[in-house]
């Protein structure tokens, strides 16, 4: 994931719509955590609305991309943030009552093997709570994968899908075994998209950006991107209110016995 180059402001030309499982995984989390770490944290527009859910509360932002801890630090005061990779992050010394994750771990290959040291420096009563898409069978995703394997793209951007999540059973059964109280759930959101190319518009603030960097050249980005957007058109076409994105997410809140 620190590979990945991440523009804030193209991410949240959707941030009503990227922050609503944020707010829903939340609102499952019980009690009045003290100290609390957002992994992947991003532009920092949802964890500073942590110190309104539980004032007091210590809140730490981490992110490996500059660019959105740059933002998150302009966002509000209050937060602290750290630059840093989810992959080697150790909680021990942050000593949080809840590490929070809201779509991140996706990026995160084998993040089921972090879990033990996660829940390890987690309180009793301590929680671990995060959302994941897991859409990636989606055309959104698959025809980018066909599209970068196709002849013209495959010596550059060739490879399976840049991101995948274990099943719900693994997470369940993954944290159980670790000692904790575990709700797993899923929800299938319809989103009603608006303008011109916006499946394409918002693919560009996250599945898109491995292809986007590995492009560099302006004339050979644009050919890329047109040959999606009309992938992308024929698989999402406008109705009379707008285009839907089909889009499905997991849901952890694991409490530490």
Partial sequence: MGA??????QYLRHADLRSRPFFELVDRVPGRP???VDLGCGPGNTTVTLLGRWPGAHVLGLDSSPEMIEQARQEATGVAYRLGDIGSYDPAPDAPDLILSNAALQWVPGHLDLFPRWVEALPAGGVLAFQVPANFSEPSHTLLTELRNSPR???RLGGPHRAEVPTPTAYLETLAALGCAVDVWETTYHQVLQG???????????????ALDLLPDQDERADFLTAYAALLDGAY????FGTVLPYRRVFVVAIKN
Avoid at 4 to 9: A, G, L, N, R, T
Avoid at 237 to 240: D, F, G, L, Q
């Fill in 4 to 9: 990945v180059s991440w523009d804030p402001q």
């Fill in 34 to 36: 003290g100290r609390v």
């Fill in 153 to 155: 793209w495959r010596a």
């Fill in 196 to 210: 011109e190319q916006p499946v394409l518009d918002w693919m560009r603030g996250t599945g898109l950006r491995p």
């Fill in 237 to 240: 076409p406008r109705r009379a």
